[in-house]
């Protein structure tokens, strides 16, 4: 009899399902709470675009231009603009990113090829497991000694750790053979022979 007489309010936490109730009700304010709230960045890292230069001189050959490297995102390939001139006419020369952005004691200064994964060289096409990260293949003349760049490449980056900023591109005074013939330097330089001109990928607005 005194049983029936204790109050049955829909809040009282001594019925099972009015407490599931409000600790569900509870979690969906927190969560609710949460989600609205103005969240602080997780990290100060720039999303891009990104956008950089690198001029090309030589230690003693004219060869000389200007690349431009652009990337909308630290996922998009990067876009490769630019001119070399005074090269041979109608020839294939090696261009690469090296490992160094020093030309202070000329090209040789930039080191090899950019590898930060320990890789075979190969060509640009090949798969990251199969190139340095560096690998542009060759560049290509016309009848004036002029080549005109507008590579697209998914390896390079210009955001996160193995950003190619502060590096050195190379314009080689051989053709990059990218890694398929017998030459035993085929597969650690592409035999492109020595270095035409360098310049150092700097950050540009
Ligand atoms: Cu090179
Ligand atoms: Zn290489």
Do not use: W
Not at 5 to 13: G, I, K, Y
Not at 93 to 105: A, E, L, P, V
Not at 131 to 148: F, K, W, Y
């Amino acid at each position: 009899m005194a049983n029936s007489l204790r109050p049955t309010s829909a809040l009282s936490f001594t019925n099972p399902r009015s407490l599931a109730f409000a600790v569900l009700f509870f979690f969906l304010c927190v969560f609710t709470l949460f989600s609205v709230l103005p969240k602080p960045p997780l990290h100060h890292a720039h999303t891009g675009p990104f956008k950089a230069v690198a001029n090309l001189r030589g230690d003693s050959s004219s060869v000389k231009g200007s690349i431009v490297f652009e990337q909308s995102s630290p996922t998009s390939p990067v876009h490769i603009t630019g001119e070399i001139t005074n090269l041979d006419p109608r020839s294939a020369r090696g261009f690469h990113i090296h490992q160094y952005g020093d030309t202070s004691n000329g090209c040789l200064a930039t080191g090899g090829h950019y590898n930060p994964h320990g890789v075979t060289h190969g060509a640009p096409s090949d798969p990251s497991t199969k190139r340095h990260v560096g690998d542009l293949g060759n560049i290509h003349a016309d009848s004036e000694g002029v080549a005109t760049i507008d590579i697209h490449d998914s390896l390079i980056t210009l955001a996160g750790e193995f950003s190619v900023l502060g590096r050195g591109v190379v314009v080689h005074m051989g053709t990059d053979d990218l890694g398929r013939t017998d030459h035993p330097d085929s597969l650690k330089t592409g035999n492109a022979g020595g270095r035409a001109a360098c310049g150092v990928i700097g950050i540009v607005a």
